[in-house]
């Protein structure tokens, strides 16, 4: 693989985990028993479990750099997946605790952009301290940064939720959550592809 194209086939990668995460909660939605709050929160898991394996299994093929070499791949396996599936859980609580905080009674989309950038915030910072575990240092103003730029991008909720696709006619419950899977998982693993790249320039400099 080409030098500095990480970023580009993370995204990619991302954007069809994107998509798949939604199409899987469409299907899940019916199946489903039970309330929206329960609904929502076991398919947070389900997302957070597709792409953190997604990813993962790219991560492997990357240069090493890995600061956890010693630890076996089943076990940085579990340990990503498991990171990612807590950020997306911790992400839609802690959106949900700040909505139902600040919004009115049973309104389930937030009125302020808050409590979804506050999600995001989380679930970035969660994924990126995973990331500078399992697989490069990453520096204290980087993983803040892209924490920040996490938050915005779980701010498309808000404009996924005025849009009507009338092609997913099934998951209109939910339809929110197809910009907020693919643009928060897009974005993601382009920062994550950024972050290699910008490692491997360092230290293709350094061996010149």
């Not at 899987?24 to 957070?48: E, H, N």
């Not at 010693?70 to 990612?84: G, Y």
Request: proline fraction near 4%; charged fraction near 10%.
């Amino acid at each position: 693989m080409k030098k500095r194209v990480y970023k580009i086939t993370l995204g990619f990668a991302g954007f069809i985990s994107g998509v798949f995460s939604f199409l899987l909660v469409a299907k899940f939605d019916q199946l489903l028993q039970g309330g929206k709050y329960f609904k929502l929160s076991f398919l947070s898991l389900g997302a957070g479990v597709v792409w953190g394996i997604i990813i993962f299994l790219l991560l492997l093929i990357f240069p090493s750099g890995q600061t956890s070499k010693k630890l076996p791949v089943p076990l940085k396996f579990f340990f990503w997946t498991i990171s990612s599936t807590v950020a997306y859980y911790l992400a839609f609580l802690t959106t949900n605790f700040l909505t139902s905080l600040l919004s009115s009674p049973h309104q389930e989309i937030p009125s302020t952009s808050l409590p979804l950038f506050a999600g995001g915030f989380l679930g970035g910072l969660i994924v990126l301290f995973a990331f500078n575990i399992f697989y490069c240092r990453i520096s204290k103003k980087v993983i803040l940064l892209l924490a920040v730029v996490s938050g915005f991008l779980g701010q498309s909720f808000i404009y996924g939720s005025l849009i009507e696709f009338s092609f997913f006619p099934f998951t209109q419950n939910n339809v929110g959550l197809l910009p907020l899977y693919v643009v928060w998982q897009t974005g993601m693993a382009f920062a994550l592809g950024w972050i290699i790249d910008k490692k491997q320039k360092i230290q293709s400099s350094i061996s010149h």
